[in-house]
C-alpha cells in the first residue's frame, strides 16, 4: 500500500541507495556462499603471524588409491574439500585441501596447504600439522589392508623432519581417531611400528 502510493507521487525513477546496495549485496553474497557450502577465509593474518605448529595428526583419504582413473593425490583431495568449505585464501590461491601433507602409495610427498596456515582437518586441533595416506585402511571392516612399505616409510621421515623443524614434542603425535569420534586413519596403519620408529630415529 505504501509503496503503491509512493509510486504515484514519485517524480524521479526509484534509485537504490548506497547502504541498501550494500545489504543486498552482503545478502546475496550469503546465499550464494551458503548455497556453496563453502567458507573460505583469508589467509594473510597467518602470513604475517604464521602459525606454529603444536603436534601432529595423522590421516587417511579413505577413498581407493584411484577414482575413475584418476589417481588420489593433493590436488583431487584439493578438489574434493572444495565442496566441503572451509578453504583458506593466499594470493591468487584458495587452498581447499585440509591437510598440509599427502602421502601417495609410492611413497612420494605432496604438500597441501602451507606450514604457516591453520589445517581444517581435526577439529579442535588445526594448529596441529595434518599429514593424510592416501588410502582406505579402514575397511574392510577387521581386515582393513596396510598402507605401502614406502608410505610408512615417508610418514615416518616426514613426521621425525617436522618435530625436528618445529621443535614439537614427539608425545604431540595422533592419530585422527585419538581425539575424535572417528575410524580415521583405520587400523590397518601400523601405528605402534610408526611411533617406535619416530621414537627410535630410523
Ligand atoms: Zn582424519
New binding site residues.
Given amino acids: 500500500m505504501a509503496a503503491a502510493q509512493r509510486r504515484t507521487t514519485r517524480t524521479t525513477p526509484p534509485r537504490l541507495r548506497p547502504v541498501s546496495a550494500l545489504i543486498a549485496l552482503a545478502a546475496l553474497a550469503t546465499v550464494v556462499v551458503g548455497a556453496l557450502n563453502m567458507r573460505v577465509g583469508p589467509a594473510w593474518p597467518y602470513r604475517l603471524l604464521p602459525l606454529v605448529p603444536r603436534g601432529i595428526?595423522?590421516?587417511?583419504s579413505?577413498t581407493p588409491t584411484y577414482v575413475q582413473g584418476r589417481q588420489v593425490d593433493a590436488a583431487f583431495l584439493d578438489e574434493v574439500h572444495a565442496t566441503q568449505g572451509w578453504g583458506m585464501r593466499y594470493g591468487e590461491r584458495v587452498y581447499h585441501i585440509g591437510y598440509h601433507y599427502v602421502i601417495l602409495p609410492d611413497g612420494s610427498v605432496e604438500p597441501g596447504r602451507p606450514e604457516w596456515m591453520p589445517g581444517a582437518?581435526?577439529v579442535g586441533y588445526n594448529n596441529y600439522l595434518?599429514i593424510?595416506l592416501v588410502g582406505d585402511f579402514s575397511r574392510p571392516a577387521g581386515h582393513p589392508p596396510q598402507p605401502t612399505r614406502a608410505q610408512v616409510d615417508a610418514l615416518v621421515k616426514l613426521i621425525r623432519q617436522q618435530i625436528k623443524k618445529h621443535r614439537l614434542s614427539p608425545q604431540r603425535l595422533y592419530?585422527?581417531?585419538d581425539l575424535?569420534a572417528?575410524e580415521?586413519?583405520g587400523i590397518g596403519v601400523p601405528w605402534e611400528e610408526i611411533v617406535a620408529r619416530v621414537n627410535a630415529g630410523n
Avoid: E, K, L, N
Avoid at 595428526?57 to 587417511?60: D, I, K, M, T, Y
Fill in positions: 595428526v595423522v590421516h587417511h579413505a582437518h581435526t595434518g593424510c592419530r585422527h581417531r575424535d572417528t580415521c586413519p
